[in-house]
């Protein structure tokens, strides 16, 4: 029987010095934003990151994204020639200017679908992978679930606009960090300045890759509906960054903001290491041990991105069960440390009994009794029978 069973919590408050804190809010014409940290994944900044919304052309990722897997897997070779259709042909927007009849290989398309947007490239690509564009949209719905694309419906292979086609900043950021991490070999293709087919030059439109050093991906997209819209990753001091941004009025504010976005990604965060692994945090209070606490420590690094307005504003909070009854043993987990930076997701890390603690002998489970009962007289037989045991 245990009594007097609470959970307990310490809050720690972190004034993380070394840059001022009299920085901006961040704001940006575009209807929808992201900025993502890729190593952990972490959402800086978001605005409507969560709504779907029309995609254009940046839905063109899931569609490489999809050829990718395949190439990696070993069902599918960049050497593959793939069918030119007359549908494929005749489609509108931005075009690889394949010609029917043909067959071209599964890496000159790809690079038809990354460097020129080729909406013809898509369709290829659907109609030989899948039998139609229809059954490869089903594909992409699939893959949409499997890769944790909870906001993203499909409806066509190329970003056309359709009702049903809808991405939201936020699984648009998620699939470009699968992208980089799972598809190395392939990324490349997003930093190509310039492809050639049918003897008709044309260059990468992704305009970050001139406006910011350090940029190698990934795709613009642009309908009359969606206004204009960017997907780019870039690497600065050994750290990379994701910047999502869609519902911008032109070429320039597309270019303009998107780098402006990217210099705030890095200038504007900082990592902040809180505590390194076996660093004690607090202590847990002990029951019926040989000692009244042990020491609580973290096993991995525990770290925070932080915008610089906001680094006297972090605050980590250890919350466990207790108090914990002996014996505990070493590197036994007892509660959790609970890291918030004010707007942003809590993130939680496992704590550990840094030391071990045995349970007391009888004489000091008596003597404990003895305690209980002179501080609270009315406790019962059964209380202090329990305390004793």
Same mark, same amino acid.
Not at 40 to 51: D, Q, S
Not at 104 to 118: A, D, P, T
């Given at each position: 029987m ?9 809050l720690?408050?972190?004034g993380?010095g070394g840059l001022? @804190? @009299? =920085?901006?809010?961040i704001?940006t014409?575009g ?7 890729y190593r952990t994944g ?6 409507n $990151?969560?709504t779907p919304t029309?995609p254009?052309s940046m839905s063109k990722?899931m569609t490489a994204?999809?050829?990718?897997e ?6 599918l070779?960049l050497s593959?020639m793939f069918?030119?259709s ?6 509108g927007?931005?075009?690889?200017? &394949?010609r029917?009849?043909t067959?071209i290989s599964?890496e000159?398309?790809l ?9 013809? $490239?898509?369709?290829v690509?659907a109609e ?7 059954a490869?949209?089903?594909?992409m719905?699939?893959?949409a679930r499997?890769w ?6 499909f409806?066509? =292979?190329?970003?056309w606009?359709?009702e049903n ?6 699984d648009?950021a998620i699939l470009t960090r ?8 392939y990324?490349?293709?997003?930093a190509e300045r ?16 001139d ?9 613009t997209?642009h ?9 780019g990753?870039?690497?600065?001091d ?10 911008l009025d032109?070429?320039r504010?597309r270019?303009s903001?998107s780098?402006r976005l990217?210099?705030? =990604?890095?200038n504007?965060?900082?990592r902040?290491t ?6 004690a945090v607090?202590d ?11 020491p609580?420590i &973290?096993?991995?690094?525990v770290?925070v991105? &932080?915008h610089?307005s906001?680094?006297?504003k972090?605050?980590a909070?250890?919350v466990?069960?207790g108090?914990?009854?002996?014996p505990?043993?070493?590197n036994?987990?007892v ?8 707007g942003?997701d809590?993130k939680?890390y496992?704590l550990? @009994?840094?030391? $071990?603690v045995?349970e007391m002998g009888v ?5 404990l009794?003895a305690?209980a ?6 406790a019962?037989p059964?209380?202090? @029978?329990a305390? $004793?045991?």
């Amino acid at each position: 029987m245990r009594i007097g069973n609470f959970l307990f919590s310490l809050l720690i408050l972190f004034g993380l010095g070394g840059l001022p @804190a @009299a =920085a901006q809010p961040i704001e940006t014409p575009g209807e929808y934003a992201l900025i993502m940290d890729y190593r952990t994944g972490e959402v800086l900044y978001e605005k409507n $990151a969560r709504t779907p919304t029309a995609p254009a052309s940046m839905s063109k990722l899931m569609t490489a994204a999809i050829v990718f897997e395949r190439l990696k897997e070993g069902s599918l070779q960049l050497s593959d020639m793939f069918d030119v259709s007359e549908k494929a042909w005749r489609m509108g927007g931005s075009k690889m200017w &394949v010609r029917v009849d043909t067959e071209i290989s599964v890496e000159n398309l790809l690079r038809g679908i990354i460097v020129q947007s080729g909406n013809d $490239a898509c369709i290829v690509i659907a109609e030989n992978i899948s039998g139609s564009e229809d059954a490869f949209a089903e594909l992409m719905n699939k893959k949409a679930r499997d890769w944790g694309l909870a906001d993203s419906t499909f409806a066509n =292979a190329t970003g056309w606009p359709d009702e049903n086609q809808k991405m939201s900043m936020r699984d648009l950021a998620i699939l470009t960090r699968k992208i980089i991490r799972d598809f190395p070999e392939y990324y490349g293709l997003f930093a190509e300045r310039e492809f050639t087919w049918e003897k008709i030059p044309q260059g990468n439109r992704n305009p970050l890759l001139d406006a910011f050093d350090g940029a190698d991906g990934l795709k613009t997209g642009h309908t009359e509906e969606s206004g204009y819209g960017l997907v780019g990753s870039a690497v600065k001091d050994g750290e990379r960054r994701i910047v999502v941004v869609n519902g911008l009025d032109s070429t320039r504010e597309r270019s303009s903001e998107s780098a402006r976005l990217m210099r705030i =990604a890095f200038n504007d965060f900082t990592r902040q290491t809180l505590f390194e692994p076996s660093d004690a945090v607090g202590d847990a209070m002990v029951f019926k041990g040989k000692e009244k606490t042990t020491p609580l420590i &973290v096993a991995e690094p525990v770290s925070v991105i &932080v915008h610089r307005s906001l680094m006297d504003k972090t605050r980590a909070t250890v919350v466990y069960e207790g108090p914990v009854a002996a014996p505990i043993s070493e590197n036994q987990q007892v509660g959790y440390l609970r890291v918030e930076i004010e707007g942003g997701d809590a993130k939680e890390y496992p704590l550990f @009994a840094g030391a $071990a603690v045995r349970e007391m002998g009888v004489f000091g489970k008596i003597g404990l009794a003895a305690k209980a009962l002179l501080a609270k007289p009315e406790a019962t037989p059964e209380e202090s @029978a329990a305390l $004793a045991q």
